[in-house]
């Protein structure tokens, strides 16, 4: 090596870079001084300083491998300039590894982002590899003979420890067996082209030691180690107070900052209104923050807007067609590719397309695509961190609460308080962007919910020896008071339900023989009362207006007379009774759950002026007639 300037200890090649300007060799952490004095540096960039920004440069003028496209390689030569960043250079299948996952994601600007991490992470686990093991290359992570070697590689990356059978970092472990399986496809590609059969054989059978082996070494350890990291973790979701302080505060600052903005428009003013825009979509139609914050110009501009179709609209209530012509949507692209939407309200809609007119003026770059962009740059703004900085100074009591992820949850978990059917959960979860799967699986209640209030009554069942009184109960159904109180409520209309319908019935009989010899001896006392044939027929009509008839809708009552034993009277349900109980017991009604007393007590202590003349065993008897009733009526 003949250097422009020789140093005065040894040095190794890697520690010198040439010129740009001039190819003179020059130590690498003083190259930045001499391009800026270089005699042959044109005079446009004189500018140009910085030892980081020197060495991008330098590593840019050389020409990319075989097979490395230029934007690949100028991701590559942007990363510091540290050992990971030297072995990607010059690893021809890291390249290919970061060339691969380059042409499979969409253009947006966190996609380099994550290319480079990808690419750092396999250089990291070559360099722990070729300190611990034979491996020099990254053809030899594939060799099947090297693969005890590779999993001792992976482990000390990943921080593996023996003794608890943990990792460090459990999400490393994973990623990298990934990037290897990508690795070897890449190799058996290249093998095959070159006609290199023994390669390609070495690379399928790696991927065979992989599905066979990778699981019992690695991912088994890493996916408990990631487990057992969310146990005992409290689960916060937002409070409905603070969402509407939010909210209130997001308008109020949407207002302020349109008047600034329209006396002086200036970056600053264009940024506050930028994020603050950005936070209220977020939040209004709890979808992902990345998503909002990636969506383009062209999305926004391209949206649907023509009326809607007459035949589609015959369908709707006249509610539903006001919301349809109030909400604009905007289809964004998701999470894996997915078509989400975004709604959008008129105020929304306003403030949006001034930012679009304020864009030129407020020194937006016209190679910005984003609709939620920074003021001279070619980026966004993040709206995780609009929602943190607004969620702080809205004055919630609890703004650490108030996320893009927590607020999903809350809306996804809050939904089965609306007892949703299930294509109105398929709507739902369509529109949050994930599989119903998911949202079952992670989106309802939280388990410890679950567990606390339902599972908890079977428990304390078993332990009072009382579960035989639970047989044909559901959860729902069982009431279990932990001060060895308890109280069983049937779904449906239990066996012991239909032999207290059975008995009643047959007492009814008895009580028409009984009334009716009343009726021919006279009446016995007056303290009895024996209403009219027209005044039962009238209160008959009037307690069966809109439900379906059925000559089992009656209570029985007991009267007690002074001289003689008890007769059991008919006495019919007046329109005001009716109307007290279906307010509260409608819902036994419709799901065919026969209601406990526990709930006919409520219902009597709701209604004490309506009901006064009712026990709680009239009402249960009223709720199980009325259901026998519906079914008679459906099975028709």
């Known amino acids: 090596m003949v250097a422009c300037r020789r140093p005065k200890e040894e040095k190794s090649t890697s520690d010198f870079s040439h010129c ?50 230029k934007s690949v390689w100028t991701i590559a030569c942007e990363m510091v300039n540290d050992e990971v960043s030297d072995v990607v250079k010059k690893n021809r299948y890291i390249l290919l590894l970061g060339e691969q996952m380059y042409n499979r994601l969409k253009s947006h600007s966190g996609r380099n982002n994550y290319v480079k991490q990808k690419m750092r992470e396999v250089a990291r686990l070559l360099i722990t590899a070729r300190s611990l093991t034979p491996i020099h290359n990254i053809e030899d992570f594939i060799q099947p003979c090297n693969f005890s070697h590779v999993i001792k590689a992976v482990r000390a990356v990943a921080g593996f420890s023996e003794e608890t059978n943990t990792y460090k970092i459990p999400s490393l472990a994973l990623k990298l067996g990934h990037s290897l399986v990508k ?13 290199r059969e023994a390669v390609a054989e070495c690379a399928r059978n790696f991927r065979r030691l992989y599905e066979s082996k990778w699981n019992d070494v ?18 916060v979701l937002p409070f409905t107070e603070d969402v509407r302080t ?3 505060f997001l308008y109020s600052k949407q207002q302020e900052f349109v008047n600034a903005l329209q006396d002086k428009p200036t970056s600053k003013n264009f940024a506050n209104l930028c994020k603050v825009m950005l936070t209220q979509i977020v939040i209004f139609n709890r979808r992902r923050e990345g998503e909002v914050s990636k969506m383009e110009i062209q999305s926004y501009t391209s949206r649907d807007q023509t009326p809607m179709h007459k035949d589609i609209a015959a369908g709707l209530s006249d509610f539903e067609k006001k919301l349809c012509s109030y909400f604009q949507r905007v289809e964004i692209r998701g999470k894996r590719g997915r078509k989400v939407p975004v709604l959008l309200t008129p105020d929304m809609v306003v403030a949006v397309d001034f930012l679009i007119r304020m864009r030129e003026r407020c020194q937006v770059p016209v190679e910005n695509k984003h609709l939620f962009a920074r003021p001279g740059a070619l980026s966004h703004y993040r709206g995780a961190d609009c929602i943190r900085l607004y969620a702080k100074e809205s004055g919630a009591k609890h703004p650490e609460a108030l996320c893009s992820t927590k607020l999903r949850k809350q ?4 939904s089965t308080v609306l007892n949703l059917k299930d294509n109105e959960m398929d709507q739902l979860a369509n529109f949050l962007g994930h599989d119903i799967r998911v949202h079952r699986e992670f989106y309802r209640l939280p388990e410890s919910t679950l567990q606390l209030a339902k599972i908890s009554k079977v428990l304390i069942a078993m332990e009072k020896g009382r579960l035989p009184e639970l047989q044909g109960k559901g959860l729902d159904g069982i009431t279990i008071d932990p001060q060895d109180e308890m109280d069983v409520s049937s ?57 379906p008839k059925s000559p089992s809708i009656v209570d029985l009552d007991v009267a007690h007379l002074k001289p003689g034993p ?21 819902h036994f009604i419709h799901s065919c759950r026969v209601p406990g007393k526990a709930d006919c007590v409520s219902c009597l202590l709701a209604e004490p002026h309506a009901l006064r003349n009712r026990d709680w065993s009239a009402v249960k008897f009223y709720v199980n007639n009325r259901i026998a009733a519906l079914k008679r009526q459906q099975s028709r």
């Open 246 to 248: 939010l909210h209130t």
């Open 411 to 414: 809306v996804a978990t809050l």
């Open 218 to 235: 690695v991912s088994a350890a890493a996916l408990t180690t990631l487990g057992e990291a969310k146990w005992n973790k409290p689960q």
């Open 183 to 195: 690795i070897a496809n890449s190799v058996e590609c290249n093998a095959l082209m070159s006609g």
């Open 491 to 547: 779904n449906s209309s239990s066996d012991e339900a239909e032999l207290q319908t059975s008995s009643c019935r047959s007492q009814e009989n008895e009580d028409h023989m009984n009334a009716g010899n009343l009726q021919d001896e006279g009446p016995q006392d007056e303290g009895l009362e024996v209403s009219s044939k027209k005044k039962a027929k009238m209160g008959s009509q009037k307690a069966h207006v809109g439900r």
């Open 566 to 586: 008890k007769v059991i009277v008919k006495r019919k349900w007046s329109e005001e009774e009716v109307n007290a109980v279906e307010k509260h017991m409608l």
């Open 20 to 69: 740009i300007h001039c190819q003179g060799l020059y130590n690498r952490k003083t190259l930045w001084r001499h391009m800026r004095t270089c005699p042959q540096n044109p005079t446009n960039e004189k500018h140009t300083v910085g030892q980081r920004r020197v060495q991008s440069l330098i590593s840019l003028s050389l020409p990319p491998p075989a097979d490395v496209s």
